[in-house]
Nanobody
Framework: VQLQACGGGLVQPGGSLRLSCAAS????????MGWYRQAPGKERELVAA??????RYADSVKGRFTVSRDNAKNTLHLQMNSLKPEDTAVYYC????????????????WGKGTLVTVSS
């Protein structure tokens, strides 16, 4: 199982970016999926997560970020609007994956990060 994230880049304050994460492999089911971020000198923190119910967000991004998923395509997205310099970080996607490998197993997977820089 692999997670591949993309969509990071440099954007001015107030701008928007859309991150995407694609899961591939012998996936039986994607369970909770989420986006985390890690700014320089800080710990990794949850940004947004989504499972079968309502998504949840860090207080710092509520009203600005929207997380969504496409179960048919095994993808996860994060629409980021009204970006602020403090949103600058490496963003990671994460998923709890039920997969088949001679039997059914469960694992927690991380994608390689994608850098988001918010600066004028």
């Amino acid at each position: 199982v692999q997670l591949q994230a993309c969509g990071g880049g440099l954007v001015q304050p107030g701008g928007s970016l859309r991150l995407s994460c694609a899961a591939s492999g012998s996936i039986f089911r994607l369970n909770v999926m989420g986006w985390y971020r890690q700014a320089p000198g800080k710990e990794r923190e949850l940004v947004a997560a989504i499972s079968g119910g309502s998504p949840r967000y860090a207080d710092s991004v509520k009203g600005r970020f929207t997380v969504s998923r496409d179960n048919a395509k095994n993808t996860l997205h994060l629409q980021m609007n009204s970006l602020k310099p403090e949103d600058t970080a490496v963003y990671y996607c994460n998923a709890g994956v039920s997969y088949y490998n001679g039997g059914y197993y469960y694992g927690d997977y991380w994608g390689k990060g994608t850098l988001v820089t918010v600066s004028s």
